[in-house]
Protein backbone atom coordinates (compact mmCIF):
# COMPACT_ATOMS: atom_id res chain seq x y z
CA UNK A 1 0.00 0.00 0.00
CA UNK A 2 2.24 2.55 0.57
CA UNK A 3 4.24 2.23 -2.98
CA UNK A 4 0.74 2.83 -4.31
CA UNK A 5 -0.08 6.14 -1.64
CA UNK A 6 3.51 7.79 -2.80
CA UNK A 7 3.06 7.08 -6.48
CA UNK A 8 -0.21 8.45 -6.58
CA UNK A 9 0.07 11.50 -4.81
CA UNK A 10 4.22 11.88 -6.64
CA UNK A 11 2.25 11.68 -10.26
CA UNK A 12 -0.33 13.85 -9.27
CA UNK A 13 0.90 16.31 -6.88
CA UNK A 14 5.02 15.88 -7.44
CA UNK A 15 5.43 17.08 -3.87
CA UNK A 16 7.90 14.92 -1.84
CA UNK A 17 6.67 16.08 1.06
CA UNK A 18 3.15 14.90 0.74
CA UNK A 19 4.69 11.29 -0.14
CA UNK A 20 6.63 11.35 2.66
CA UNK A 21 3.42 12.52 5.08
CA UNK A 22 1.46 9.83 3.53
CA UNK A 23 3.65 6.92 3.99
CA UNK A 24 5.83 8.12 7.12
CA UNK A 25 9.20 7.79 5.63
CA UNK A 26 12.15 9.70 5.10
CA UNK A 27 12.69 11.83 1.95
CA UNK A 28 15.52 10.59 0.97
CA UNK A 29 13.61 7.26 1.38
CA UNK A 30 10.84 8.88 -1.36
CA UNK A 31 13.96 10.17 -3.33
CA UNK A 32 15.75 7.28 -4.10
CA UNK A 33 12.24 4.99 -4.64
CA UNK A 34 9.97 7.13 -6.28
CA UNK A 35 12.61 9.93 -8.14
CA UNK A 36 11.72 8.67 -11.61
CA UNK A 37 8.25 10.17 -11.50
CA UNK A 38 8.96 13.56 -11.08
CA UNK A 39 11.49 13.21 -14.21
CA UNK A 40 8.28 11.93 -15.81
CA UNK A 41 6.63 14.92 -14.99
CA UNK A 42 8.67 16.93 -16.38
CA UNK A 43 9.13 14.96 -19.93
CA UNK A 44 5.65 15.69 -19.91
CA UNK A 45 5.90 19.12 -19.44
CA UNK A 46 8.83 19.44 -21.84
CA UNK A 47 6.22 17.55 -24.98
CA UNK A 48 3.28 20.07 -23.85
CA UNK A 49 5.50 23.05 -24.03
CA UNK A 50 7.07 21.67 -27.97
CA UNK A 51 3.74 21.57 -29.17
CA UNK A 52 2.31 24.99 -27.76
CA UNK A 53 5.71 26.15 -29.75
CA UNK A 54 5.35 24.23 -32.51
CA UNK A 55 8.56 21.99 -32.04
CA UNK A 56 6.75 18.97 -32.71
Do not use: C
Not at 43 to 50: D, G, Q
Amino acid sequence: MRDVFATHILKHTGSYEQAVYAIQDTPEMVVKHYGRLIQDKAAMAVKILNRFWGGA
